[in-house]
């Protein structure tokens, strides 16, 4: 059974809203209309978009202006508290289903508007968490638009008995960033003697103990944890997403030689029993046609087209960034979420396509947004193991409730003691186990 939303002209702003709220968050079939003649003559599920209400035992959302603006301008977001869950774009609309604009949020926060406004970056050039209104305002824990969402269903199911609206279902997938493939092993003789003199000045003896027992084939290299990972997620019957940095060495991207026949091998041998995307290098976002160079190499390697991604370091500048993608052919992103804070970057635990606010179009190009970051949590939010694996459970306990993807970003290298991860790799194994139940 399909939903009638009537609206008083369908832009294209309106059209990626419901496409949000509908098709991203729940699975309901739905049909946009400006006619206004055909909604009041129409029976079955109905909800009006729009300033004032229409019709007896519609379900009334409330409009404001901005799906009907063009340009990017500063909103005045003041923040309240409706049935236990945050709102913005309040309306003064008694008899609206929430006196609020729900889609305008959907949008808002699911566009990225903020990021297209003047922000103070970060070291990196990224958009902090600190700057959002998620984590300014307590609610970055929360898939804000998609428990709304889910409000929403159920007041639809509850006016029109008939209507029964699918949830999405839970899904859990770990991924990884390959940064370094290897801590020591098949790196260049000068970068292992010039890494050995800065352990020995620093006194780090073990480092360097640790580096020529590897390197002398004494001991395993730390970060080559590739089959311990197979055999965890065979274990968990899981699917998992590997990404590879195949950049030029500088200062911010010091993957292993592209060309180095061992890293090749590697790539191709994960290729074969898992899914892999490129880490498009930061230097890509400002070298023209770094990009198009890393996924030729990617391609090459594995004899296949490229078609997902993720940014090293999780640099994402608006609308840019995604644009490249989209001319190289990605279709699927994984970088939405932040590097200094845990939690749901665009509101969302489910994937959605990228609306370009500049072209104002809906773009082919899938967001699939993670969770959480190791990094993040032992780095930038300085927690200990065992209150991050707290951290994670509630994470994925929001995208139990909402249906969502729990998708987490780990690195292959963050599961050596001997650089500063001890105690994460049972916290790894734990979260593991756990977000791979099906039964919660």
């Known amino acids: 059974m399909k939903i009638l939303v009537y609206v008083p002209s369908v832009s294209p702003r309106v059209k990626y809203a419901f496409r949000i709220l509908f098709r991203s968050c729940l699975k309901a079939e739905y049909t946009l209309t400006s006619r206004r003649e055909a909604y009041l003559a129409a029976g079955g599920p109905r909800v009006n978009y729009s300033l004032a209400p229409l019709a007896e035992g519609e379900l009334w959302l409330p409009a404001g202006p901005l799906l009907w603006e ?11 508290h ?14 609206a289903t929430f006196p609020f604009d729900l889609p305008a949020l959907a949008f808002y926060l699911a566009s990225r508007y903020e990021e297209h406004l003047p922000f103070a970056a970060d070291k990196l050039g990224r958009f902090p968490a600190s700057q959002s209104l998620a984590f300014r305002e307590g609610f970055l824990q929360q898939p804000l638009v998609n428990q709304w969402a889910l409000r929403l269903a159920q007041l639809l199911e509850q006016r029109f008995p008939d209507l029964h609206i699918t949830r999405p279902a839970y899904r ?69 997403l590997f990404f590879f940095l195949l950049g030029d060495h500088n200062r911010h991207d010091k993957n292993i030689p592209v060309d180095n026949p061992a890293f090749r ?24 046609g770094q990009l198009r160079k890393e996924v030729k190499r990617l391609k090459k390697i594995t004899g296949e087209n490229v078609v997902r991604s993720r940014q090293h370091f999780l640099l994402l500048r608006f609308p840019d960034t995604y644009r490249r993608l989209v001319e190289q052919g990605i279709q699927e992103d994984y970088s939405m979420g932040f590097a200094d804070a845990a939690g ?7 994937p959605f ?21 190791d990094v993040t949590l032992r ?40 650089h500063g991860w001890k105690g994460w790799r049972e916290v790894y194994e734990e979260m593991l186990a756990d977000a791979g139940r099906r039964d919660g």
């Open 353 to 373: 396509y990228w609306y370009d606010l500049e072209t104002e179009q809906i773009q082919p190009l899938k967001i699939f947004p993670f969770a959480a970051m």
């Open 265 to 288: 091998k590697l790539i191709a041998r994960v290729a074969d029993t898992r899914s892999v995307g490129l880490h498009p290098s930061y230097a890509s976002n400002y070298k023209e």
């Open 379 to 418: 780095r930038y939010m300085a927690l200990k193991p065992e209150a991050a694996l707290g951290r994670l459970r509630e994470l994925c306990l929001r995208c139990r409730e909402t249906g969502g993807s729990f998708i987490t970003l780990w690195h292959n290298s963050s599961f050596s003691e001997e």
């Open 344 to 350: 749901f970057r665009a509101g969302l635990s489910t």
């Open 82 to 95: 409706l049935q236990g869950l945050p709102a913005f774009f309040q309306m003064a609309a008694e008899e």
């Open 70 to 80: 063009e340009g990017i301008g500063a909103q005045n977001i003041e923040l309240f």
């Open 172 to 240: 859990f997938l770990p991924t990884y960033d390959v940064d370094m493939a290897w801590a020591y092993r098949h790196r260049p003789l000068w970068l292992n003697l010039a890494g050995t003199l800065r352990e020995l000045a620093t006194a780090r003896w073990g480092l360097a103990y640790s580096r020529w027992a590897c390197l002398l084939g004494n001991r395993p290299d730390p970060f080559d944890t590739f089959s311990y990972l197979r055999q965890l997620h065979r274990s968990e019957g899981l699917s998992a």
